[in-house]
């Protein structure tokens, strides 16, 4: 590479080591867990063209990058400590680092969450970054939790993400504000670690929506072998969804809010008897919370529709492997 690996590692990811006991710069990096916590561990991977467009602006891609990682912690109710960033770059493009540095160390800093270490290879766009947080025994938010009789709750809105894409594929015509508040949906995911972090000791079950909603709890109830029913009437006006989806025919919205993807919002379950906390958790975080349905014991997963008949449309959940 023209600028050398090592002073771009040195220009764009190296900051002094905080909370680590040694960060960039040696074979390893060293940290120091908190006596008595666990380690919560999780790794994604941004691919060009799969997971980005190739024009984003690179200070929201750096932000997207962690975002989506720590949307993995969040959904543990892990508390995030550090991460490291695995990156292929065709070239050292300086504004395109310094953009991509930029957005990804504020959103860091934000969460104090730090960079300590990586890898950095010439290639395609490649981005791969593992958080470590930490989760006191037995209290990480899991899938495997949900007991018939629980609610379902939503954090935020779904569908805007998609929606987004779908413009930029020429599918679907918005303009304007809306397709810019859409836009930043899928551009600068927000993770709802606070909210996680909330919900420790309330939650059954927990897990981030990054393929589809009715997908991922779809391994919810596979993993808490339950199934469960979704009332959509919450689709017809909440917090849940945006007024640019709600502008749209009620079945586009079906399937843009239970099938799009790329949401980052945390779908959870909690016994009846926790609504109340339920409700301080939301408020603490500042995270908007809608219960959309309850867990049942008859396993399946049914759709109804606000009038309360079920829906019979198939929904397919975002799989990189199905055409
Ligand atoms: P090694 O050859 O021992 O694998 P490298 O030359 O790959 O080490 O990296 C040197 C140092 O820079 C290491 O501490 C590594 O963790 C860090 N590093 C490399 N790439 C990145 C990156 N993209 N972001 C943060 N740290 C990085
Ligand atoms: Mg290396």
New binding site residues.
């Given amino acids: 590479m023209a600028m050398g690996?090592?002073d771009l590692?040195e220009r764009y990811?190296?900051r002094p080591a905080r909370h680590a006991v040694l960060g960039?710069?040696?074979?390893?990096?060293l940290l120091q867990p908190t006596p008595g916590m666990q380690w919560a561990i999780s790794s994604d991977m941004l691919v060009e063209g799969r997971h980005f467009l190739s024009t984003v602006d690179p200070v929201r891609l750096g932000h997207k990058a962690l975002a989506v990682n720590l949307s993995d912690l969040a959904a543990c109710g892990a508390r995030p400590v550090a991460f490291?960033?695995?990156?292929a770059l065709p070239r050292a493009d300086e504004a395109w680092l310094a953009g991509f540095s930029e957005g990804l160390l504020a959103l860091a800093d934000a969460h104090g969450c730090e960079?300590?270490?990586?890898?950095?290879t010439q290639g395609p766009l490649n981005i791969s970054i593992t958080v470590f947080g930490e989760v006191p025994p037995d209290q990480a938010l899991l899938r495997h939790g949900a007991q018939p009789g629980d609610d379902i709750y939503l954090s935020g809105t779904v569908g805007d993400a998609r929606l987004a894409l779908e413009v930029f594929r020429g599918h679907q015509a918005i303009t304007g504000e809306a397709f810019e508040r859409c836009r930043l949906r899928m551009e600068l995911p927000t993770p709802r670690v606070a909210l996680g972090l909330a919900l420790r000791g309330i939650a059954h079950a927990a897990l981030d929506i990054s393929d589809g909603l009715l997908g991922d709890l779809g391994h919810v109830l596979q993993r808490s072998q339950v199934g469960a029913v979704i009332e959509t009437g919450w689709l017809q006006q909440s917090a849940a969804v945006t007024p640019d989806l709600l502008a749209l025919p009620w079945l586009r919205r079906l399937d843009l809010a239970l099938a799009g993807g790329d949401d980052y919002e945390l779908l959870f379950t909690a016994p009846k008897s926790h609504r109340e906390r339920v409700h301080a958790a939301a408020h603490d975080s500042q995270t908007p919370v809608t219960r959309i349905g309850h867990i049942t014991a008859e396993p399946g997963l049914r759709v109804l529709d606000p009038q309360g008949q079920p829906v019979t449309r198939r929904f397919s959940s975002f799989d990189h492997f199905q055409p």
């Avoid at 960039?24 to 990096?29: I, N």
């Avoid at 960079?115 to 950095?120: H, K, P, Q, R, Y």
Wanted: glycine content about 14%; proline content about 0%.
């Fill in positions: 690996e090592f590692i990811f190296k960039v710069g040696d074979d390893c990096a490291t960033l695995s990156l960079l300590v270490g990586g890898d950095t």
